[in-house]
C-alpha cells in the first residue's frame, strides 16, 4: 500500500516578490476606481450587456469569496486580472476555473519563468522566434502564513513535472479549498530559484511598478533579455 505523504508544511514567509506581465496590459482598470465589492458586482454587471468577456470575469469572481476582491487600490486590477483570466489549461498550482498569483523572490528567476512560457507560444506561432515582446515588473511585499513545498521535489517530484501539471493542480486547489494563502516552492526553470504562487488578492498591495524589460528572438529559442529601465521600487 502506498504510503500517504505527510501533511504540507506551513511557515511565515516574508519577502520582497517580482512578477512579470506583457506591457500590453492597461496599468489602471475597473477594480482600482470602485470603492466596494458591491460597486464592483454593479458595474460588471452592466459591462456584462456590451461585452460578453465581462461575464466571464464574473463567473469567476464567484469562485473568489467576497472579502478577497481587491478593489479601490492602485494596482488593483493587475492583482484581479490574474485571478479572472488564468491560462488556457491553468498554471502549476491552479486550475483554469480560478487563477492566482505567480511571483518570484528574484527577478532573474521571474525572467526565467516567462522566457519559457512565451517561448513555448512562439515555438508553435507563425511568426516563429522573431519577435519581441516588452515586459513589464510587478514588485509586491509578502508578509503570509505559506504553505512551504521547496523540500519536496525528491519525495513527490509530480509537484514538479517540467510539463505535465495534473498532479501540481490537484494539489494547489486542494491546499486553496482548505483556505491556504499560497504556495512556496523551488522554481523548475530556474536553478535555485524560488517562486510564490499567491491565493488570496488582499495579500498583495501595495503592488508597485518596476522596470522593463525586451524579450528579443531573432531567430533561435533563447532570446536576448534586455533590461530597458533602472527603476528604484522602495
Sequence with gaps: MAVKPPAPPSR???????????????????????????????????????????NETLARLGRLDRSDWLVGQPGASLVMAAFCHP????????????????????????????????????AHSASGFRHTIQMRELVSEIDAEIVDIRGRRKSQPDLYHPENYAASQAFGEARRREGANGILYASVRRASGTNLVVYRPPLLPPVLQGDHFDYRWSGNPAPAVVKLTNLATG
Design 12 to 54: 511565515r514567509f516574508t519577502a520582497r516578490t517580482h512578477r512579470l506581465i506583457a506591457s500590453r496590459w492597461p496599468t489602471i482598470g475597473v477594480f482600482d476606481s470602485v470603492a466596494t465589492a458591491a460597486d464592483l458586482e454593479t458595474v460588471l454587471q452592466l459591462a456584462s450587456l456590451t461585452n460578453d468577456r465581462v
Design 87 to 122: 491560462a488556457p489549461g491553468g498554471g502549476r498550482f491552479n486550475s483554469e476555473a480560478l487563477g492566482a498569483w505567480y511571483c518570484a523572490t528574484e527577478i532573474e528567476t521571474a525572467v526565467a519563468e516567462t522566457v519559457y512560457h512565451h517561448t513555448r507560444r512562439l
